[in-house]
């Protein structure tokens, strides 16, 4: 089983600040496989990025997906307001078929 | 604009059975291979089954918390999604999504319904 491992737990920034959120995998997977998720408290997940690195549709352009292998990074490169919520990052593998990290927290400083 | 919508959440007691649905609308059901994650409170995301287009097969796989216990159906005709829980448990207890999986990630997402095993 890939266990996703997300760091840190949970990071506290200002908006206007860039955000680095980290996920990396027990065992190295494929670029394909991997994406995130944004949820804010109350809602459903949203898509942000899939394959590692495309945006989901409307999704703005200061959200941006890199990594291979075992690391992969979600980066946010100025805060809006609206972007402090909880990340997911989530890959699809072999049983279990779909895992996710634990997710990364990311609150107003 | 694709629209998930759940429904078939409550309370229910330990041992006992329950089933979901999603409906859904704005995008070829149909040609969707459908999943349901679910999150116990305060929790992060767990999936629990994937069923795959009739026209790539209709397979279902399952979670190992929930094999044999949960079905993934789906009724192409109502454009809608299944999930026959059976032998719930506490730790069942989540807001369970359903969502439209599109290369290996959960594009589309419902509203979520809350599942409560209590005695």
């Known amino acids: 089983e890939i266990v996703l491992t997300q760091s840190p737990g949970t990071l506290s920034l200002s908006p206007g600040e860039r955000a680095t959120l980290s996920c990396r995998a027990s065992?190295?997977?494929?670029?394909?496989?991997l994406a995130w998720y944004k949820q804010k408290p109350g809602q459903a997940p949203r898509l942000l990025i899939y394959?590692?690195?495309s945006r989901a549709t409307g999704i703005p352009d200061r959200f941006s997906g890199s990594g291979s292998g075992t690391d992969f990074t979600l980066t946010i490169s100025r805060l809006e307001p609206e972007d402090f919520a909880v990340y997911y990052c989530?890959?699809?593998?072999?049983?279990?078929?779909?895992?996710f990290g634990q997710g990364t927290k990311l609150e107003i400083k | 604009e694709a629209q998930l919508v759940e429904s078939g959440g409550g309370l229910i007691k330990p041992g006992g059975s329950l089933r979901l649905s999603c409906a859904a609308s704005?995008?070829?059901?149909?040609?969707?291979?459908m999943s349901w994650v679910r999150q116990a409170p305060g929790k992060g995301l767990e999936w629990v089954g994937r069923?795959?287009?009739?026209?790539?097969?209709?397979?279902?796989d399952y979670a190992a918390p929930v094999k044999g216990r949960f079905t993934v159906s789906r009724d192409d005709s109502r454009n809608t999604l299944y999930l026959q829980m059976n032998s719930l448990n506490t730790e069942d207890t989540a807001v369970y999504y359903c969502?439209?999986?599109?290369?290996?990630?959960?594009?589309?997402w419902g509203q979520g319904t809350l599942v409560t095993v209590s005695s």
């Open positions: 969502s439209a999986v599109v290369l290996y990630s959960f594009r589309h």
């Open positions: 704005g995008f070829t059901f149909s040609n969707a291979w």
């Open positions: 069923i795959k287009s009739k026209a790539d097969g209709g397979a279902t």
């Open positions: 065992q190295s997977i494929s670029s394909s496989y």
């Open positions: 394959g590692a690195s």
């Open positions: 989530q890959q699809y593998g072999s049983s279990p078929m779909y895992t």
